[in-house]
């Protein structure tokens, strides 16, 4: 497709429970974004790959939370064990050049996880 | 580390009548500045950005903002609005270099026929 790709696009997790978000970025995009949603609120950089490397982890929220970008493509977001505090929409975004250089990031449209 | 306030939570507008929201900022340095739209359930989508040059700054869908770096704010307007122009509205801010994209809280529009 031409967009970034999120999979799956709805998720009710038990708390406790571990899930795993998927996302295709555009091809060809060097960098890729995981975001955090909360309701109501504007989305919160979690964290950033340049190709396969994870350069930037800092607003990951706890050490529950993992991504990886293994062949520089595909990305997955993993939380274990998770808590009712971490229901929100996950956006992954990806972008030609690398972050911060002031080229368009383009969003996927969410991955919304619910615990229960 | 910059920020950015977004002024009004939610700004309801007759159908054909103009909006503004408001967009403001604190870094210390040079930014990038971003506006995105969010449909329901759909992704963020790019309305504009200012890098550097023209302080006006024209986007898709008839939208326009000002980069005022003196107020450091970043506005967005639109003369007149219509019924499909409702949704949640992001500003962001980048600071050049390798910083990621903040974003601020969103301003839900709501047009009203």
């Known amino acids: 497709g031409a967009g970034v790709s999120q999979s799956p696009r709805y998720k009710v997790a038990k708390r406790g429970q571990d899930v795993a978000l998927r996302c295709d970025p555009i091809?060809?995009?060097?960098?890729l974004f995981w975001y955090q949603q909360a309701l109501g609120q504007g989305p919160e950089f979690l964290t950033y790959?340049?190709?396969?490397?994870?350069?930037?982890k800092s607003g990951l929220p706890s050490d529950r939370f993992f991504a990886e970008r293994p062949e520089g493509s595909v990305s997955t977001l993993k939380i274990q064990r998770t808590q009712q505090e971490d229901s929100a929409v996950y956006l992954c975004?990806?972008?030609?050049?690398?972050?911060?250089?002031?080229?368009?990031?383009?969003f996927g449209e969410g991955s919304w996880l619910t615990v229960v | 580390a910059q920020s950015v306030t977004q002024l009004d939570s939610q700004v309801p507008v007759f159908e054909e009548a103009p909006v503004e929201l408001r967009c403001n900022y604190s870094?210390?340095?040079?930014?990038?500045l971003f506006w995105y739209v969010q449909y329901p359930n759909q992704g963020l989508q790019l309305l504009l950005k200012?890098?550097?040059?023209?302080?006006l700054v024209k986007g898709i869908n008839g939208f326009e903002a000002e980069f005022n770096k003196s107020q450091t704010s970043f506005h967005l307007r639109k003369p007149s609005v219509h019924i499909s122009d409702t949704a949640e509205y992001f500003c962001?801010?980048?600071?050049?270099?390798?910083?990621?994209?903040?974003f601020g809280k969103g301003t839900r529009l709501s047009v009203i026929a």
């Open positions: 962001a801010v980048s600071v050049k270099g390798n910083t990621p994209l903040v």
């Open positions: 790959f340049q190709n396969e490397a994870q350069l930037d």
């Open positions: 870094s210390s340095v040079s930014v990038y």
């Open positions: 200012y890098l550097s040059g023209s302080t």
């Open positions: 091809s060809g995009h060097v960098s």
């Open positions: 975004a990806s972008s030609p050049l690398g972050q911060g250089s002031g080229n368009t990031i383009y």
